[in-house]
């Protein structure tokens, strides 16, 4: 399954960071390492840190203590947009489409970093640079509509779809860009098991094409043990496991904090 192996390089390291919200330890001195190719999932009990360290990871959230890494470098002080910039894409657990506009311009959104060619004047001016590298955009966002089943719902309002359409659209929104790092919370949430099964064939397809590293929060079970390669699992914050899927479900200190 896995597209991983011993001494392939690390995307993302997570080195002893603590999270403390006051008197709270959210996450307490978890470390993790992600190396290219790996789809690892991040499981727990709820309340157990996932998302807080989702969210340090992306730079929403500084952590109180330890270092994060992003292809070697130091990110820990980094802001989430340099991050995202720079190859590391996430998904929410609620889902934050741009409701106002239309399937297609969500998608567009996720590029728009990038200079499209002749800078205001060129907007203002309509320049061929500027209008060769909106079609270019546009046929890449189409691509990846097409990837997530979603082409039919291009000109469709963001605002408009379901609940399992909104996941598909976020992760279109996500992998447009070849991402590096490509996080995942909660993204089964909504979905009916064909939407689920389009969603775990996607993200394997974009790990096999750029050697992405994928990191999945979730509760589906099933789910996570067929798709990851890995699994790491927190409990009050801590790391208390990490092996392959068969590993993990078989460790008696996980049975504990799911079902003790």
């Known amino acids: 399954m896995s597209a991983s192996g011993a001494g392939q390089r690390v995307v993302v390291s997570v080195d002893e ?28 009990p709820n309340g157990a840190g996932k998302t807080t360290l989702f ?6 959230r500084a952590p109180t203590s330890g270092r994060i890494e992003f ?27 741009f409701g106002w506009l239309s399937v297609e311009d969500n998608v567009l959104a996720a590029m728009d970093y990038h200079k499209g060619g002749g800078g205001v004047l060129g907007d203002l001016l309509g320049a061929p640079g500027r209008r060769r590298r909106e079609r270019e955009r546009r046929a890449t966002a189409r691509e990846a ?20 359409k909104v996941r598909l659209l976020e992760l279109a929104r996500a992998i447009v860009d070849e991402p590096t790092l490509l996080l995942l919370d909660e993204p089964t949430s909504g979905l009916d098991e ?11 397809s974009v790990r096999a094409e750029n050697a992405c590293a994928v990191l999945l929060v979730e509760h589906d079970m099933p789910f996570v043990m067929a798709l990851c390669d890995r699994v790491t699992v927190l409990d009050l914050g801590r790391v208390i496991a990490e092996g392959t899927p068969a590993e993990v479900s078989a460790n008696e200190l996980v049975r504990s904090a799911y079902f003790g």
């Open 71 to 97: 292809q070697g470098d130091d990110i820990t002080d980094r802001p989430a947009a340099w991050r995202s910039r720079h190859g590391m894409r996430r998904t929410f657990q609620r889902q934050q489409p």
């Open 145 to 164: 509509l097409e990837r997530c089943g979603l082409s039919a719902l291009a000109e469709e309002s963001a605002g408009r779809l379901p609940i399992g």
């Open 17 to 44: 960071v603590t999270v403390r919200f006051g008197g709270i330890v959210a996450v307490d001195r978890a470390s993790i390492a992600v190396p290219a190719g790996e789809i690892r999932g991040l499981i727990g």
């Open 194 to 204: 064909v939407e689920a099964a389009r969603f775990a064939e996607i993200v394997r």
């Open 55 to 60: 969210d340090t990871i992306t730079g929403i």
